[in-house]
């Protein structure tokens, strides 16, 4: 049986990935109903609206997660990490995020997640 921090790993790997390809199915999997994001604009969506962003193509390329770090508190975890990209242009680009994760029902679900870029 997997550790929780394995799951959590595999679920951040899922999420990078998810939002890479625009993997909504995926999303609707992971993400609790009462799911917020706060976006680097300052918007804070739902999972609705969040869902509906994540079917445009993501505009960038090479997303990877870097120096992710896992910390668990019982039934919630947060999840820090980097990311860095490709930006349309060829630049590269930069961030952070922190996603927070709760045990429901057996299962680990994202409640929230923010990000910034620079």
């Known amino acids: 049986m997997p550790s929780d921090l394995d799951v959590l790993l595999e679920l951040n790997r899922d999420y990078i990935r998810s939002v890479q390809t625009s993997d909504v199915r995926r999303f609707e999997e ?3 109903d ?3 994001c706060s976006n680097p604009d300052g918007s804070l969506v739902d999972r ?3 869902l509906a962003r ?3 193509p993501y505009p960038g390329s090479n997303l990877e997660a870097r ?3 896992i910390r668990l508190f ?3 975890a947060l999840i820090h990490a980097g990311f860095r990209d490709t930006k349309p242009d060829g630049r590269v680009g930069e961030g952070r ?4 994760w709760a045990r429901r029902g057996g299962r680990w679900l994202c409640i929230s997640a ?3 870029r620079w």
């Open 48 to 50: 609705a609206g969040f």
């Open 97 to 100: 995020y922190t996603d927070i």
């Open 67 to 69: 120096d992710v770090r």
């Open 30 to 32: 992971i993400l609790a």
């Open 54 to 56: 994540m079917t445009r």
């Open 34 to 36: 009462d799911f917020l």
């Open 114 to 116: 923010h990000f910034t």
């Open 74 to 76: 019982g039934d919630i």
